[in-house]
């Protein structure tokens, strides 16, 4: 059983800092890509932020020098650091990893959502 525990989310004016976790635990063999996807009201999921085992990044144009996603590999553990927060950025925020399970294989997991609010 692997699971995906998700802290950090919260209410924010306009301006503020924000920062996301997410922890992975189970018999996990190694992770490779992680990372954070938002879905608001009516929207569909998509990627804010992702980064690889190796340390490679991308980001959504619209958060881009704002957010900062990093990992820690000896905690299977992955941030997503927020700054400059606007209303736009209103979502639900999830984790994803992407995960080699001992004696199962690869598979996608996923966070159970952490709300982000940015009052104006």
């Known amino acids: 059983q692997v699971q995906l525990v998700e802290s950090g989310g919260g209410m924010v004016q306009a301006g503020g800092s924000l920062r996301l976790s997410c922890a992975a635990s189970?018999?996990?063999?190694?992770?490779?890509?992680m990372g954070w996807y938002c879905q608001a009201p009516g929207k569909q999921r998509e990627l804010v932020a992702a980064?690889?085992?190796?340390?490679?990044?991308n980001y959504a144009d619209s958060v881009k020098g704002r957010f900062t996603i990093s990992r820690d590999n000896a905690k299977n553990t992955v941030y997503l650091q927020m700054n400059s927060l606007k209303p736009e950025d209103t979502a639900v925020y999830y984790c994803?990893?992407?995960?080699?399970?001992?004696?199962?294989?690869?598979?996608?997991?996923w966070g159970q959502g952490t709300q982000v609010t940015v009052s104006s």
């Open positions: 994803h990893a992407d995960i080699i399970v001992w004696f199962r294989g690869q598979s996608d997991y």
């Open positions: 980064i690889t085992s190796g340390g490679s990044t």
């Open positions: 189970g018999i996990i063999s190694s992770i490779n890509r």
